[in-house]
């Protein structure tokens, strides 16, 4: 249907008093349409003042309902209330279109064909809605770059096969050939249709094998799933079944009231010329953060390079400024890479479209206007002051412009947005023999989990479990980073050697299956870090004697342990919501769901505390070691 025709259709609703989604938002009745000037009017219900709004937002979310059967008009128009709501409304009293409900948002579902009254609202059914919910899972998981290689090697199949046909004819035919190539693209189809949102259509389904968790992972999800970094986080994530429980602030409490206020923000269009004295003179900052090499291969830092010379924007960047006029890489690291490589020669255009003739040319071989149009080139930027209290503004930052794509994990924000000490010893920590053989070695450095399960244990040990405040796990250890950035060399080696204490015994109680949820482990279980925090930071408060009477009973310890995770038990331990212990959630849970809620890590402290004391008679006290 071309959006003529639903122009067509929606001048139709004129007049009509159309109802909202929301029962509590008042109804709207279309005025008019002037298509000369792009607008169409409105009266919101109870006021006779007409509202303008353009008509391209119209176009704008008929294109994301044709793209992919679906829109969420948030998305679509990048806005909220009166923004959404409006054309929301109209859209959704047109008689092929449905609404429903996908990750508590509102969404537009497009039909093939009527399937209610014009100027009337319809819900999808319960079953379609789970219909539809798996499909956009599906579509969102989908891996084009896989799926294209797919549909090239069955390509390639069906080329050998009809070569051999071609040359063989009428003799034999390869049947083998074509029955595989045949296999492989019916494998594709099936991935396309997965995720094809369309509840009209006969589309054959597939069933996914339980133990392929790759498979149904969302595709930005990929990097830090338990399979890549070989740690298990937990899920730190809200529970909307109860309210937590938060402690107020006393002179005992290491509580921190968590606002996200904003510092002092410019806008500025520096030459690349001033970047590249910044970096020459050590005033650009690359942070510790920066992925390991490769993520950017020669093509597309050349396809920058000429980006840059067709006159093309390149997306903003992003700076923080330290007090000293320093400037630190926020969003941007490799595109600045590739033209700081490329102005230093060390980078040779190749596989231009455009600017052919410039194949095969370093930044030296240029003509002098094309050398200069790069060293002039502005970049569109913002600058941010890196103030003291302004870095979890910083942090929030990071998680979204890093929304999309490949997203940096989130301890290599903490290491960007605390450029310091604390990355040097959290490295210090990860890099010692004794991590690195309890650990197996399991744990994949490159997204920086190694520094992150070092961290989350050292934050215990710093300040103990019974004043912890957060409702999420991230601002806990960014605040540890920033006190790490604050402490000395003493007190670095007093933290590093209660956390090597508690590596110690750890190894001796559990052998070379530590912070592992299964008590016979497959060789590809993760490491948990709720259980590596928890085990790590209590172990390191035992006293001398407390560590022989563990290692008498560990046996006992180790079976009442694993056997309150594989039962869930609920008995060592009370949960301070009453919504958690109705609902006789265990210890399972708490090192398993919403890990970064005062609720849970009160729970699971507690219950590993108890579960000490019933086995090996322990009495276990955490003292905050600064």
């Known amino acids: 249907m071309q959006f003529e025709m639903v122009i067509n259709d929606i001048q139709k609703l004129i007049g009509l008093k159309l ?24 009266l919101v219900e109870g006021s006779t003042r007409e509202h303008s709004r353009p008509i391209k937002e119209l176009l704008a979310i008929w294109d994301r309902l044709i793209l992919q059967g679906y829109v969420s008009v948030d998305v679509a128009l990048n806005g909220g209330g009166t923004s959404r709501n409006q054309p929301e409304t109209i859209f959704a009293n047109l008689p092929y279109i449905q609404h429903f409900k996908y990750q508590r948002r509102k969404h537009l579902l497009l039909r093939n064909k009527a ?30 770059s896989h799926l294209n290689s797919s549909q090239n090697d069955a390509i390639e199949h069906i080329q050998k096969a009809l070569s051999v046909i071609f040359t063989k004819y009428p003799g034999e035919i390869e049947l083998k050939d074509v029955k595989t190539a045949m296999s492989k693209l019916a494998n594709v189809q099936e991935l396309i249709n997965d995720a094809t949102v369309n509840v009209d259509s006969n589309i054959r389904t597939y069933e996914i094998s339980e133990d392929n968790t790759l498979r149904k992972m969302k595709l930005e999800d990929l990097p830090d799933s338990p399979e890549v970094t070989g740690v298990d986080d937990g899920k730190d994530d809200d529970d909307d079944t109860t309210q937590d429980i938060i402690v107020k602030p006393n002179q005992n409490s290491f509580y921190t009231k968590h606002v996200l206020s904003t510092p002092r923000i410019r806008q500025l269009n520096p030459t690349f010329s001033l970047l590249y004295d910044r970096k020459r003179y050590g005033e650009l900052i690359i942070p510790e953060y920066q992925r390991k090499e490769g993520i950017w291969g020669e093509p597309e830092k050349a396809k920058l390079i000429e980006s ?33 490589g490329f102005i230093n020669n060390e980078l040779t255009l190749s596989k231009l479209v455009e600017l052919e003739g410039l194949n095969g040319k370093t930044f030296k071989e240029l003509d002098r206007a094309s050398q200069r149009k790069l060293r002039e080139f502005q970049l569109t930027s913002y600058v941010i002051d890196m103030k003291e209290g302004n870095n979890r503004f910083i942090s929030e930052l990071f998680h979204r412009i890093n929304t ?20 040097k010893f959290l490295s210090e920590l990860a890099n010692t023999e004794e991590f690195l053989r309890v650990t197996n070695k399991k744990i994949n450095p490159i997204r920086q989990k190694d520094l992150e399960v070092c961290l989350s244990a050292v934050s215990f040990i710093i300040y103990g479990y019974e004043n912890y405040s957060y409702n999420k796990q991230d601002d806990f250890l960014s605040d540890t980073m920033e006190l790490l950035n604050k402490t000395s060399s003493d007190q670095n080696k007093i933290i590093k050697q209660a956390f090597l204490n508690g590596i110690e015994i750890s190894e001796i109680v559990f ?17 948990s870090k709720p259980l590596f925090e928890l085990i790590v930071s209590a172990f390191s408060n035992l006293t001398e004697q407390q560590k022989s009477l563990l290692i008498e009973n560990k046996d006992d310890f180790v079976n009442n342990l694993y056997d309150a995770i594989k039962t869930d038990s609920y008995e060592h331990a009370d949960w301070i919501s009453d919504v958690y212990n109705e609902s006789e959630r265990g210890f399972n849970y708490s090192i398993s769901q919403s890990t970064g809620k005062r609720v849970t890590v009160l729970y699971r402290f507690e219950s590993f505390i108890k579960i000490l004391q019933k086995t090996c008679n322990i009495k276990l006290e955490f003292k905050k070691v600064l």
């Open 404 to 423: 999309f794509g490949v997203k940096l994990s989130p301890q290599e924000i903490r290491n960007a947005v605390n450029i310091g000490n604390s990355v």
């Open 115 to 144: 399937v209610h009254q014009m100027g009337q609202l319809s819900e999808l059914s319960e079953k379609e809605t789970k219909l539809v919910r798996k499909q956009i899972d599906h579509q969102l998981s989908l891996n084009i």
């Open 511 to 527: 052998g070379n299956e530590a912070f592992i949820k299964d008590l016979n482990p497959k060789k590809s279980s993760p490491i």
């Open 19 to 42: 109802a909202s989604i929301n029962p509590s938002t008042p109804s709207i009745q279309i005025v008019r349409f002037e298509n000369e000037k792009g607008n169409y009017y409105i």
């Open 308 to 340: 840059i010379l067709l006159d093309l924007p390149l997306p903003i960047f992003y700076f923080a400024e330290k007090e000293n006029g320093d400037w630190i890489i926020v969003d941007g690291l490799q595109r600045i890479n590739a033209m700081l």
